[in-house]
């Protein structure tokens, strides 16, 4: 595991977008300084690592969020291509058991660039009825940190969350355990497809290291404002 804690700009701007151009647009109009880039699975499939290679160009860090999740040759093999790439962060689902969440992490650590691997738990689109409907009987929280208990003996260096399970994650695990959390909303912006979801300064407050925000910059008419006010809320409760 990482002793690195939560250093830099603790806002990862999701990149949802469908293309490079659109995606390069919105970087031009934010800054490495303020926050990072994620890159998830429709911005990768349709423009690949050379987007990720231009962005870290221009100075950003890039979470690869690709949710990795396979047999554990499979995985380790996709954790090393992504290693190469330089990326910053990159996740696997813990869903995918300790032999494969095991076989990440001795990829990552064979490689000479070694970034933050972080386990996902629970998406935040979902929520207790969602999982029981699916065939499990914990509830979201309670999943969560099921799942987050085979990340940390894994080795791994933190979990994707929600911000209302942030503390008890690192009540677990310890604060060297990051917690990254989407489901992010400014107070009046809309829930769009999340249900789980916390304000930047509940988040904060509840001990998120990195806070994941996509729709509510990216369709800002001055997203760089937004950042900036959202990153002055963190400080207000550091």
């Known amino acids: 595991m990482s002793e690195n804690r939560a250093l830099g700009p603790r806002v990862i701007?999701?990149?949802d977008y469908p293309n490079a151009a659109e995606a390069l647009a919105m970087a031009q109009r934010l800054s490495p300084e303020l926050c990072r880039?994620?890159?998830g699975f429709e911005l990768f499939v349709s423009a690949g690592p050379s987007l990720i290679e231009t962005l870290q160009d221009q100075g950003f860090d890039v979470f690869c969020d690709l949710k990795f999740h396979d047999i554990p040759n499979t995985v380790a093999s996709a954790c090393r291509a992504a290693a190469?790439?330089?990326v910053?962060?990159?996740n696997v689902h813990a869903s995918g058991g300790p032999a494969m969440l095991e076989a990440a992490r001795a990829a990552i650590d064979e490689g000479a660039h070694k970034p933050l691997l972080i386990g996902?738990?629970?998406l935040t689109s979902m929520d207790d009825a969602d999982l029981h409907a699916s065939g499990l009987a914990r509830s979201a929280?309670?999943?969560a940190g099921f799942l987050a208990d085979w990340a940390a003996k894994a080795g791994l260096d933190g979990v994707v969350c929600?911000?209302?399970e942030a503390a008890g994650m690192h009540a677990a695990h310890g604060r060297q355990f990051l917690t990254v959390t989407p489901g992010i909303r400014p107070i009046n912006a809309t829930a769009d497809d999340q249900k789980r979801i916390v304000s930047p300064a509940q988040a904060a407050a509840n001990g998120s290291d990195y806070l994941v925000i996509g729709r509510p910059i990216t369709r800002a008419a001055r997203p760089l404002d937004v950042l900036s006010s959202i990153n002055d809320?963190?400080?207000q409760v550091i």
Request: charged share 15%; aromatic share 4%.
């Open 84 to 86: 190469r790439l330089g």
């Open 162 to 164: 929600s911000a209302q």
């Open 37 to 39: 880039l994620k890159v």
């Open 141 to 143: 929280s309670a999943q």
């Open 88 to 90: 910053w962060m990159l």
């Open 13 to 15: 701007v999701a990149l």
């Open 120 to 122: 996902v738990t629970v």
């Open 233 to 235: 809320e963190l400080k």
